[in-house]
């Protein structure tokens, strides 16, 4: 008999996200739907105000990618408004927001998705002598790397053990069978998942000195930006360039190899496709190499079923949302300038699961051409593969010659955490062009940083972008000098789609299928895929919340 897990909270993401499964006999899921269980929606909010208060406050909409969604509102205003920030300002947002991509990505890898990969508790067995054999096979400098240092982390995780507050590391499916890596290889990522606190801190450092501050900068303006003191000090620059120097040896000795090191380990799961979901794919373009926004380094473009001999362009006009099984008013899938946010709940089942052919997910459901696409970091490295980027082509061939694997394990749950950290390499290499670009305008007695612009009486605009999570879209409608209307149509709410009106799954259900979990008590399978998308549940609704008190409930039925 079909037997059904719930999950909620899933931990270690932004917000609230309840995944339910069903498993045959063989521990197999069969189906699945995914719900996100609390909304407040700040669309609503804005709706008649000045389009310039916008920004600041889409970007509360989350605390993790705060930068992103003032960006892409600013982006929308700048569409509205008919006007283009100067170069200068185009090259400090990009450093700004490659430094947002770096700190995120690498906290997601270590903090947020690495215990679905690592077992900490093996770590304390390890042998640090061969640890450091082990760690010199994928990095001529490790970071970090010492029988010393090694034995150091062992005593601090055997204290945690030993105390039985195991803090971060609690309620984690130790001992499960599907870990599979060696105690020294465990060791070496949990000593980088400690340093990578610190490295963190660096990366926020560096969006404050041209942000003003982090979390939340606030230095943009429509037309351009506003820290112009910031940009034309020469021992500001050096802070960011400094940092960047840090963050990029880190992603070179830490995270790539550690990246290499679990990929053999779990090249298995990953050559059978474990955690492909709908291989459809979508990107925006992202950072933008030139005024015009003709050339950007992060790609522009479609692939559908997993294609990639025929990448697509993108047609903006078949982006849509869906409400059939989200929790809003409304019976049809809408444009984003057309969309609408009414809320309308209809609660759980009497025996409190979803409702899975009716609604159940404060979730909206975004479709291409009708149908359900995935975005995020693998749909950009699978994009510019296909599409033969100069940069991204070989990365990615370097990567699978290095492994020895084919292009296909790209489609699954490693492949999409794989993604992640080859595009950390490539923003990381790149942001260097940034600086001197910015450092030659400078000197060649170019100084702009805003073009003179004013809101308009009627009219409307969008700010597509990409953003760590995936593509990032916001319209905004003018009338009468106010919003008329404002959409948000964001990375997670992609990927945490609920059902689209033709029943299709969204791409987080559509990837558990077909999973076969170890031990149906402890789900660590389904936790790693939904991980790997780097789910944030504020962002896909848009919420703010006051508090931050939250009661935790976890079920396995
Ligand atoms: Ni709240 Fe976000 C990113 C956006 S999420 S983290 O990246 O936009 O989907
Ligand atoms: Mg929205």
Same mark, same amino acid.
Request: hydrophobic content about 40%; some cysteine; charged content about 20%.
């Given at each position: 008999?079909?037997?059904? !897990?719930?999950?909620?909270?899933?931990?270690?993401?932004?917000?609230?996200?309840?995944?339910?499964?069903?498993?045959?006999?063989?521990?197999?899921?069969?189906?699945?739907?995914?719900?996100?269980?609390?909304?407040?929606? !700040?669309?609503?909010?804005?709706?008649?105000?000045?389009?310039?208060? $916008?920004?600041?406050?889409?970007?509360?909409?989350? *605390?993790?990618?705060?930068?992103?969604?003032?960006?892409? =509102?600013?982006? $929308?205003?700048?569409? $509205?408004?008919?006007?283009?920030?100067? +170069?200068?300002?185009?090259?400090?947002?990009?450093?700004?927001? $490659?430094?947002?991509?770096?700190?995120?990505?690498?906290?997601?890898?270590?903090?947020?998705?690495?215990?679905?990969?690592?077992?900490?508790?093996?770590?304390?067995?390890?042998?640090?002598?061969?640890?450091?054999?082990?760690?010199?096979?994928?990095?001529?400098?490790?970071?970090?790397?010492?029988?010393?240092?090694?034995?150091?982390?062992?005593?601090?995780?055997?204290? %945690? &053990?030993?105390?039985?507050?195991?803090? @971060?590391?609690?309620?984690?499916?130790?001992?499960?069978?599907?870990?599979?890596?060696?105690?020294?290889?465990?060791?070496?990522?949990?000593?980088?998942?400690?340093?990578?606190?610190? &490295?963190?801190?660096?990366?926020?450092?560096?969006?404050?000195?041209?942000?003003?501050?982090?979390?939340?900068?606030?230095?943009?303006?429509?037309?351009?930006?506003?820290?112009?003191?910031?940009?034309?000090?020469?021992?500001?620059? +050096?802070?960011?360039?400094?940092?960047?120097?840090?963050?990029?040896?880190?992603?070179?000795?830490? %995270?790539?190899?550690?990246?290499?090191?679990?990929?053999?380990?779990?090249? /298995?799961?990953?050559?059978?496709?474990?955690?492909?979901?709908?291989?459809?794919? !979508?990107? %925006?373009?992202?950072?933008?190499?030139? /005024?015009?926004?003709?050339?950007? #380094?992060?790609?522009?473009?479609?692939?559908?079923?997993?294609?990639?001999?025929?990448?697509?362009?993108?047609?903006?006009?078949?982006?849509?949302?869906?409400?059939?099984?989200?929790?809003?008013?409304?019976?049809?899938?809408?444009?984003?300038?057309? *969309?609408?946010?009414?809320?309308? %709940?209809?609660?759980?089942?009497?025996?409190?699961?979803?409702?899975?052919?009716?609604?159940?997910?404060?979730?909206?459901?975004?479709?291409?051409?009708?149908?359900?696409?995935?975005?995020?970091?693998?749909?950009?490295?699978?994009?510019?593969?296909?599409?033969?980027?100069?940069?991204?082509?070989?990365?990615?061939?370097?990567?699978?010659?290095?492994?020895? #694997?084919?292009?296909?394990?790209?489609?699954?749950?490693?492949?999409?955490?794989?993604?992640?950290?080859?595009?950390?390499?490539?923003?990381?290499?790149?942001?260097?062009?940034?600086?001197?670009?910015?450092?030659?305008?400078?000197?060649?007695?170019?100084?702009?940083?805003?073009?003179?612009?004013?809101?308009?009486? =009627?009219?409307?605009?969008?700010?597509?972008?990409?953003?760590?999570?995936?593509?990032?879209?916001?319209?905004? &409608?003018?009338?009468?000098?106010?919003?008329?209307?404002?959409?948000?149509?964001?990375?997670?709410?992609?990927?945490? +789609?609920?059902?689209?009106?033709?029943?299709?799954?969204?791409?987080?259900?559509? =990837?558990?299928?077909?999973?076969?979990?170890?031990?149906?008590?402890?789900?660590?399978?389904?936790?790693?895929?939904?991980?790997?998308?780097? @789910?944030?549940?504020?962002?896909?609704?848009?919420?703010?919340?006051?508090?931050?008190?939250?009661?935790?409930?976890?079920?396995?039925?």
């Amino acid at each position: 008999m079909a037997q059904r !897990i719930v999950i909620d909270p899933i931990t270690r993401i932004e917000g609230h996200l309840r995944i339910e499964v069903e498993l045959d006999d063989t521990n197999t899921v069969k189906d699945a739907w995914s719900s996100i269980t609390l909304w407040r929606g !700040i669309e609503t909010i804005l709706k008649g105000r000045d389009p310039r208060d $916008a920004p600041l406050m889409v970007q509360r909409f989350c *605390g993790v990618c705060t930068y992103v969604h003032y960006e892409a =509102s600013i982006l $929308a205003l700048e569409d $509205a408004f008919g006007v283009r920030p100067p +170069a200068n300002a185009r090259l400090v947002r990009n450093l700004i927001h $490659a430094a947002l991509y770096m700190t995120d990505h690498i906290m997601h890898f270590y903090h947020l998705h690495g215990l679905d990969w690592v077992d900490i508790t093996k770590a304390i067995s390890a042998d640090p002598a061969k640890a450091v054999e082990l760690a010199k096979q994928y990095s001529d400098n490790p970071y970090n790397c010492s029988e010393t240092h090694y034995r150091a982390v062992q005593k601090r995780l055997a204290k %945690y &053990v030993e105390s039985g507050r195991l803090g @971060p590391f609690a309620n984690a499916y130790w001992g499960n069978p599907s870990y599979k890596l060696s105690p020294e290889a465990n060791l070496i990522i949990v000593s980088h998942y400690l340093d990578a606190l610190q &490295v963190s801190k660096t990366g926020a450092q560096m969006m404050a000195i041209f942000g003003g501050k982090n979390p939340h900068p606030q230095t943009l303006v429509a037309g351009g930006i506003t820290s112009v003191m910031d940009m034309l000090d020469a021992h500001r620059i +050096a802070e960011y360039q400094f940092r960047l120097n840090e963050l990029k040896r880190f992603i070179d000795t830490a %995270y790539l190899p550690d990246l290499l090191l679990a990929a053999g380990a779990y090249k /298995d799961e990953g050559l059978a496709g474990v955690g492909a979901g709908v291989k459809n794919y !979508i990107c %925006y373009g992202g950072f933008p190499l030139d /005024d015009q926004w003709n050339k950007t #380094l992060l790609p522009k473009g479609v692939i559908v079923g997993g294609d990639i001999s025929k990448p697509l362009p993108l047609d903006e006009a078949k982006i849509t949302e869906d409400v059939t099984h989200s929790w809003y008013k409304g019976d049809k899938p809408a444009h984003p300038y057309d *969309g609408s946010t009414e809320p309308e %709940y209809t609660g759980l089942d009497a025996n409190g699961y979803v409702k899975g052919n009716e609604k159940y997910s404060w979730c909206k459901g975004p479709c291409y051409d009708g149908k359900p696409f995935e975005v995020g970091p693998l749909a950009r490295m699978v994009l510019g593969y296909a599409q033969g980027d100069e940069r991204i082509k070989p990365l990615v061939e370097d990567t699978l010659k290095a492994t020895g #694997l084919p292009a296909t394990v790209l489609f699954s749950t490693l492949g999409r955490t794989a993604a992640r950290g080859l595009e950390t390499k490539l923003i990381a290499d790149y942001t260097q062009n940034w600086i001197n670009e910015l450092v030659a305008n400078i000197k060649a007695g170019d100084t702009r940083t805003w073009t003179r612009c004013d809101v308009p009486k =009627s009219g409307k605009g969008r700010g597509m972008v990409e953003v760590p999570r995936g593509a990032l879209g916001h319209w905004v &409608v003018i009338e009468d000098h106010v919003i008329a209307n404002y959409q948000a149509v964001v990375p997670s709410t992609w990927n945490c +789609a609920p059902r689209n009106q033709d029943g299709m799954r969204g791409p987080y259900e559509e =990837s558990l299928i077909g999973t076969k979990l170890a031990n149906p008590e402890q789900p660590l399978e389904i936790l790693r895929t939904i991980h790997s998308f780097d @789910p944030c549940m504020a962002c896909a609704v848009h919420i703010m919340r006051p508090g931050s008190d939250e009661i935790m409930h976890f079920r396995v039925v």
